[in-house]
């Protein structure tokens, strides 16, 4: 059920997953103009997911029992009537600066207890993985947060408990009556944990509060480099490059050509798709299959974009640019599911982002190019930042 502007509404029959009714709403929302909340119900329990931009993601749960309550009642009827109300205040943008200051002063803290920068901030990233995992159901559902609400009053139980989970995350298994999936990619490789004391694990207790499913990703580049580092380790809170302050860099040299092409691309399809139904026979299969290679042509040409960051540092930018040509293939994808061909396998991957890293410790030679600058290199490839030191 779709009520234009309002919601999308996803049936279900008794006790159905609703988690995988949500998923299954994922992959059609654009073509109800991306409605700003998502409803899955199996008669039983509705549940009211916002889906707003630059806004917290929040899910509000209705049962029967609650219709019968006035309040209740009149706030799901606002899913027909005022969509809005549901929308949190919070920006992501702001729960990413709350969670950025929390990790500066825990990196802060295993710095005065003369912990390396490196395993500190090695075992950062894995807590912080840990928090997003659980919130977007990589994670059995709150089990990280339990185990930090049970042991933030007692150290030693803490690094007990979470060596043995970083055990299961390596290999993939059984945590207590829980099961863990496997981990790859290097991160869990050992089962190393550093003690927080009384007040850093406070401050573990209070992240597990905050939605982490709206924290913007680029805080894990931010927070390894800055905790490697003693002479930044303090603008970790304080200067938190945002999304929108990266895209005034990507937008313009990386995705304008490709959207400038992109919306000659669909002009060109839609005059064929006319062609195609106007057609029979022969020259409709001869339309179908031109319609087919222009888009598919289009699509190989966002994966065979490489960017490169030559002063890459927490790796934001390239994060952000392979999010950009990630979300036009779906454009993509999408478009040609509506207009009547298979949708594409995507191959737009993380092979297309390249980053030189940058000394920290001795200043470069080189030219720099003024903040905020770029240039595109002509060839397939576009170059963000400035140029590499020599060391």
Known sequence: ?????????????????????????????????????????????IQVHTNFTNSVKQVTTFTLDDLLVTEKLDQLRRVWTDPTA????????????KAAQEF???????????????????????????????????????????????????????????????VAMRTGGFFGVDQILHFDGGLFDDDEVLELDAEGLRILNRLTGLDWGSIEPAIL??????????????????????????????????????????????????????????????PRRRRHHELSQLLATFAEEIAAV??????????????????????????VITFAGEVGLPKFFPKVGPEQVHGASRSTSTPTTWPRRPSGSATSSGSGTTDLGGPPSRS
């Not at 803290?109 to 912990?115: D, F, N, P």
């Not at 927490?314 to 640019?321: A, D, E, K, P």
Request: with cysteine; charged share 30%.
């Open 104 to 166: 500066a002063t825990l990196a802060r803290l295993l710095r005065q207890k003369g912990e390396a920068p490196d395993r500190a901030a090695h075992f950062l990233i894995r807590l912080l993985f840990c928090l997003v995992a659980e919130d977007v159901r990589l994670l059995p559902e709150n089990l990280f947060s339990k185990l930090v609400a049970a042991t933030h009053t007692r150290p030693e139980a803490f690094v007990s408990q979470l060596r043995q989970r970083f």
């Open 1 to 45: 059920m779709w009520r234009k502007g309002c919601f999308a509404w996803e049936y279900k029959g008794p006790d159905a997953n609703l988690e995988k009714a949500y998923q299954q709403q994922q992959q059609y929302r654009e073509s109800l103009e991306n409605p700003p909340l998502l409803v899955v119900s199996d008669i039983q329990t």
């Open 221 to 282: 580049g931010t927070l390894f480099e800055r905790s490697l580092d003693p002479n930044t380790r303090a603008q970790l809170g304080a200067h938190y490059t945002s999304r929108e302050d990266i895209l005034t860099i990507v937008e313009p040299v990386l995705m304008a050509p490709l959207r400038r092409k992109w919306a000659q691309v669909q002009e060109e399809a839609r005059s064929l798709v006319e062609r195609r139904d106007d057609a029979s026979g022969g």
């Open 306 to 331: 490489r960017v490169l960051d030559p002063a890459c540092g927490s790796g934001n930018f390239l994060y952000v640019s392979l999010k950009e040509l990630l979300d036009l293939e779906k454009e």
């Open 86 to 97: 549901f929308r949190v205040a919070e920006t992501p943008e702001q729960v990413t600066e």
